[in-house]
């Protein structure tokens, strides 16, 4: 399975970027499911759940409370998890927060949960000069997030 670090490498390598990327081909939606069992609807409804499926999605007014699920566009309930297959913990997808969310064949994953334990592995990173480096130091932003999200 790909990583999110990786796929940030790749975009860094083809020259388009990350936020250029989400902005062409990630659908918005606002969540109006309860706190644990979400439901989105997409503006072009798609046939079938997809790899390639990147939603970000407003949550509703309640915060998670532990493991949680999805209903795109009545395709059918997924599991919607963290760190390739861990259930999410209570407030990893705050009440009215943006959750980045990609399918991977068979769930969907949280890309970006308040608490993650591949995250936490690299937490001096997030603030150290040489993994995030600085500004004009030829370092692209896809780069960046690469230093902060491939486990080492």
């Known amino acids: 399975m790909t990583t999110f670090a990786q796929v940030l490498s790749e975009y860094g390598q083809s020259g388009v970027s990350f936020a250029k990327h989400l902005s062409e081909n990630a659908a918005y939606v606002e969540d109006i499911g309860t706190a644990d069992a979400?439901?989105?609807?997409?503006?072009?409804?798609?046939?079938?759940?997809?790899?390639?499926?990147?939603?970000?999605?407003?949550?509703?007014?309640?915060?998670?409370?532990?493991?949680?699920?999805?209903?795109?566009?009545?395709?059918?309930?997924?599991?919607?998890?963290?760190?390739?297959?861990?259930?999410?913990?209570?407030?990893?997808?705050?009440?009215?927060?943006?959750?980045?969310?990609?399918?991977?064949?068979?769930?969907?994953?949280?890309?970006?949960?308040?608490?993650?334990?591949?995250?936490?592995?690299?937490k001096a990173d997030y603030v150290s000069i040489k993994a995030f480096g600085a500004i004009g130091d030829g370092v692209t932003e896809p780069q960046r997030w690469s230093n902060f999200c491939t486990e080492r």
């Open 38 to 122: 979400l439901v989105v609807t997409l503006s072009t409804t798609p046939t079938a759940y997809s790899t390639d499926m990147l939603l970000i999605v407003k949550k509703s007014a309640a915060a998670n409370t532990g493991a949680a699920t999805i209903n795109v566009s009545a395709l059918g309930i997924k599991s919607i998890v963290k760190d390739v297959n861990t259930a999410l913990n209570a407030d990893d997808m705050p009440a009215g927060g943006l959750c980045f969310l990609q399918y991977d064949g068979a769930n969907l994953l949280l890309l970006n949960p308040a608490s993650s334990a591949a995250l936490d592995r690299h």
